[in-house]
C-alpha cells in the first residue's frame, strides 16, 4: 500500500516534469515558483528541509517524534511524514511532534519527514529511524519438576520477533522454558527472566522463586539398638544444610504412632513400646521456610521377646522324659520351645506348645540333659533362648553289671565299702572283677568332675561308714580310691589309670599333691563336700569303680563272698544301694532310708517315690531338719523315704 502511493506520487511528479520538458519550456512543477513566490531559501520554488528532528520517546507501540520547522521566520508549513512501514503511511500535519500509534513492538522503523508550503514544492526528506521496545511478558515465573539440585522454570511467550530470554539461572536461552541445574539444596531460589533482543533495550524482569527439595537420610545408613521395650536409631546427616529431622514410629498392627519432636541431632530413642510388635519407623528431613519434608522410611523394626526366668522353673523326669514349666514370659502372643540335649552327644529332643509348660519324651534313661527353652513368636522374631539347670532322666539301672551302680552319661559308678577297705592295687582288681571294662575311677569331663563331687545328691558316707566298719582303721582315710595317679616319668603330670590319660579336668585338692610316694589319688570326705588328695598305693580305702553302660543283659558278676557279706550288713537293710541309709550314731540300728528326686510336683514325686519301694513316701518337709546337715540344698528336692511307722530321725 505505502510503496504503491509512494510510486503514485513520484509518477505524478514525472508525469508533470515530462510534459514541461516535451514543451520545451521551463517550467516549474510548483504553482508557488511559477507564482515567483519565495518558498525556501535553498531552492528556488522548494521549502527548506526539516534540519532539526529526533524520536522523543518510544514505547512497544508507539513513537513521538518531533522537529522545529526549516525556517522560523515564515508560517504556515505542513508537515509530510512517511513512515514505509508504519499502519499509516503518510499524513500531512501542521503541529510539530506527532505520534506513530499502532507500532509493532520490538520493530525498527524509518521515518522521513518533509516539509511543505503552499505552492510550494515539498522539501527534501529528513531521515530518522526507531527501534519499538520490547514487549513485556506477564509474570510470574513458573517453577515445576524440582529436585534437590535443580528444577524446571516456564514463562509467557513474547509476542515479539527474534527474541530470546535471559534467564538468571540458566543464561540466554531461546525457548519460554529452562532448566536450572546445580542449584543448592534447601534453597530459595529467586529466578529473573526477561526477553531480550540484540540492538533493543531489555524488556523487564519477572520473578520466580524456586525451593530446592531437601535431600532425604540415607535408609541403608541407619543403625538400630533394639530392646524388648525400646528402639534406638542413628543415621547420618542429610546432605542439605540446616535441616531437622522428625521421627515417627507407627506400631504396624495398631498404626499408634508417636512422633517426637524435630530435632537437630541424629539420633533418637523410643522407649514404651511393646515387646514382640512390629514398628514402621521414618525419619523426615524438614527445614523451616516452607520447604516440604522429606520422609525416609526405614525397614519394619521388630522390638525383642522376653525370656522367660529360669528360676520360675519347675522340673519333674521319669526315665524317658523331663517336664518342665515355668512363669510365661512377659510378652504376648509367644509359644515356647523346649529343647533337651543330652550332654556329651548331638542328640535333640525338642517340644513346643503355647502354654510355658513342656516335656521332652523319647529320652535315654540315666542321662543328662541340657535344657533350653526358646520364646518363639511368628512374624520374624528372634528367638529368645534361656538355659535352664541340667536334669537327668531316671536310671535303667539294668544297663549297669548289677543294680548298685549309679549311672550318669552312659557310665556306671559304684562306690566299694567293706570293713577295710583295699590297697590301690587290690582296688584295680575289684574293679576288674566286678565288670571287666570296670576301672577305678576316671573323669572326663567337667559335668562328670560336678556331678561325682555333688555330695549332696549323692552321700557316699566314706567318713561315717569306714570309722563304723573298720577293724584295721590304721589309715583313718575317709576316703576312696580313684583311678588319678601321678607319673614322675613325665614330670609328675597326673593321668588316669585306666588308659594313661592326662587329667584335663580341674581337681579341688583338700591338701595338694604330696611328694613321692604319695602318687596316687583318693576322694577325701571333708564332711560337707570331696576334695581330692594324694596317698601311698599301699593305704586301705574305700573304692570308686566306673564302667561304660552296658548295652546288652547285664551279666551277674561274681562276686567275693567275704566283701558281699560284709557290704551287705549296710546294704540288705534298704533296698537297693539307691537308697542311703541314715542310723542314730555309727554302729546303730537303722532308723531311715532314703533318696533324693529331682524337683517337680509333689504328685510326681510321691508316684516315682513308690516306684522305687511300695512302702516309700515323701519325706514331709517339716522332718527335712534331720538331713540338713548334709546339704541345704536337699530342701530344694523331695525326698523319698522308707521308714518305721514309730522310727524318728533324732540327729
Ligand atoms: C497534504 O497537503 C498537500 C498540500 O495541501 C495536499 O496536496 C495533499 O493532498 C495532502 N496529502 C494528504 C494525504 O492529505
Ligand atoms: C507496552 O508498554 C506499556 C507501557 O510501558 C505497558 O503497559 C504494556 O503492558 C506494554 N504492552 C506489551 C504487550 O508489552
Ligand atoms: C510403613 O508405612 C508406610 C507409610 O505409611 C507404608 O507405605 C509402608 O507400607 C508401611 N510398611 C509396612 C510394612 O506396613
Ligand atoms: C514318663 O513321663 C511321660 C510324660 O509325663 C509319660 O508320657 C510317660 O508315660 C512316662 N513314662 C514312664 C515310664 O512312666
Ligand atoms: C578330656 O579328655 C577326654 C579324653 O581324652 C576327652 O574325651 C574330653 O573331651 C576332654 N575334655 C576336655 C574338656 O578337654
Ligand atoms: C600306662 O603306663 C604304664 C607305665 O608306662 C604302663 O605300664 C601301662 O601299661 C600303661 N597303661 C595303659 C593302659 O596304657
Ligand atoms: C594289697 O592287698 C593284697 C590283698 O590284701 C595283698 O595281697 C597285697 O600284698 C597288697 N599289696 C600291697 C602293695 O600292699
Ligand atoms: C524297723 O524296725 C525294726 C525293728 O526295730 C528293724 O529291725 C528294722 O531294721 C527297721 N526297718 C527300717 C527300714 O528302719
Request: hydrophobic share 35%.
Amino acid at each position: 500500500m505505502r510503496s504503491q502511493a509512494d510510486r503514485g506520487r513520484s509518477l505524478f511528479c514525472f508525469y508533470r516534469l515530462f510534459l514541461v520538458a516535451a514543451a520545451a519550456t521551463l517550467l516549474l512543477c510548483d504553482e508557488a515558483a511559477a507564482q515567483g513566490t519565495s518558498c525556501g531559501k535553498l531552492v528556488p520554488g522548494q521549502v527548506d528541509p526539516v534540519t532539526v528532528a529526533a524520536v522523543r520517546s518510544s514505547t512497544n507501540s508507539s513513537i513521538i517524534v518531533d522537529w522545529l520547522p526549516p525556517d522560523r521566520g515564515i508560517t504556515g508549513y505542513f508537515y509530510t511524514l512517511s513512515c514505509p512501514s508504519c499502519p499509516t503511511q503518510q499524513l500531512n500535519a501542521s503541529d510539530e511532534t506527532y505520534t506513530f500509534r499502532g507500532l509493532t513492538a520490538a520493530t525498527e522503523y524509518s521515518f522521513s519527514i518533509q516539509a511543505g508550503l503552499r505552492n510550494c514544492r515539498l522539501s527534501p526528506a529528513f531521515h530518522l529511524s526507531r527501534r519499538t521496545e520490547l514487549s513485556n511478558i506477564p509474570g510470574p515465573v513458573h517453577i515445576s519438576d524440582v529436585t534437590e539440585t535443580s528444577f524446571r522454570a516456564r514463562w509467557a511467550a513474547s509476542p515479539d520477533v527474534g527474541v530470546e530470554y535471559e534467564v538468571s539461572c540458566a543464561g540466554r536461552v531461546p525457548d519460554t522454558t529452562a532448566v536450572c541445574t546445580g542449584q543448592p539444596s534447601g534453597a530459595s531460589v529467586t529466578v529473573t527472566v526477561r526477553p531480550v533482543k540484540t540492538g533493543f533495550p531489555p524488556a523487564p524482569f519477572i520473578h520466580g522463586t524456586a525451593l530446592t527439595k531437601l535431600f532425604p537420610i540415607d535408609a541403608s545408613l541407619v543403625s538400630f539398638t533394639i530392646t524388648e521395650t525400646s528402639i534406638s536409631l542413628t543415621w547420618a546427616a542429610s546432605i542439605t544444610e540446616g535441616v531437622l529431622y522428625r521421627v515417627t514410629c507407627r506400631r504396624v498392627s495398631t498404626g499408634t504412632s508417636t512422633s517426637l519432636p524435630p530435632s537437630k541431632y541424629l539420633s533418637a530413642s523410643i522407649s514404651s513400646l511393646q515387646s514382640g510388635e512390629a514398628y514402621n519407623l521414618s525419619v523426615a528431613v524438614t527445614k523451616q521456610g516452607g520447604f516440604d519434608e522429606v520422609v525416609t522410611w526405614l525397614p519394619i523394626q521388630l522390638t525383642k521377646l522376653f525370656g522367660i526366668d529360669a528360676s520360675s522353673a519347675q522340673y519333674s523326669s521319669n526315665e524317658t522324659a523331663i517336664s518342665v514349666t515355668w512363669q510365661p514370659s512377659s510378652t504376648s502372643g509367644v509359644s515356647y520351645q523346649l529343647t533337651c540335649k543330652r550332654v556329651g552327644s548331638g542328640e535333640v529332643s525338642t517340644a513346643s506348645s503355647s502354654t510355658p509348660s513342656g516335656t521332652c519324651g523319647s529320652l535315654q534313661s540315666g542321662q543328662e540333659y541340657e535344657l533350653r527353652v526358646a520364646v518363639q513368636k511368628a512374624g520374624g522374631f528372634d528367638d529368645v533362648i534361656t538355659a535352664l539347670s541340667n536334669q537327668l532322666t531316671n536310671g535303667n539301672r539294668g544297663s549297669c553289671a548289677t543294680a548298685d551302680w549309679l549311672q550318669f552319661n552312659g557310665f556306671c559308678y559304684l562306690l566299694v565299702k567293706g570293713s577295710n577297705g583295699r590297697n590301690l592295687t587290690a582296688a584295680v582288681s575289684d574293679c576288674q572283677r566286678r565288670d571287666p571294662s570296670a576301672h577305678l575311677l576316671w573323669i572326663t569331663s567337667q559335668s562328670e568332675m560336678n556331678w561325682v563331687m555333688d555330695y549332696s545328691a549323692r552321700n557316699w558316707r566314706l567318713r561315717e561308714d569306714y570309722r563304723a566298719q573298720c577293724q584295721d582303721c590304721r589309715f583313718q582315710g575317709d576316703a576312696a580310691w580313684t583311678g588319678l595317679y601321678r607319673y614322675e616319668a613325665d614330670g609328675g603330670k597326673f593321668k588316669w589309670l585306666r588308659d594313661n590319660s592326662s587329667v584335663n579336668v580341674s581337681i579341688s585338692w583338700l591338701v595338694g599333691p604330696s611328694r613321692p610316694p604319695m602318687n596316687f589319688g583318693l576322694l577325701f570326705d571333708a564332711q560337707t563336700r570331696l576334695m581330692w588328695r594324694t596317698y601311698q598305693p599301699e593305704a586301705r580305702h574305700f573304692h570308686f569303680c566306673k564302667a561304660p553302660v552296658r548295652v546288652q543283659q547285664p551279666e551277674t558278676a561274681g562276686t567275693d563272698a567275704a566283701d558281699a557279706a560284709q557290704e551287705k550288713t549296710v546294704r540288705t537293710r534298704c533296698p537297693s544301694a539307691a537308697w542311703s541309709p541314715i542310723s542314730g550314731r555309727p554302729g546303730a540300728s537303722l532308723q531311715m532310708c532314703y533318696m533324693k528326686l529331682y524337683p517337680g510336683s509333689f504328685p510326681q514325686a510321691r508316684e516315682e517315690c513308690r516306684r522305687w519301694a511300695p512302702n516309700a513316701d515323701i519325706l514331709p518337709a517339716r522332718s527335712l531338719h534331720g538331713l540338713s546337715r548334709f546339704d541345704r540344698r536337699i530342701l530344694f528336692l523331695h525326698v523319698c523315704y522308707i521308714a518305721n511307722k514309730t522310727g524318728k530321725s533324732d540327729s
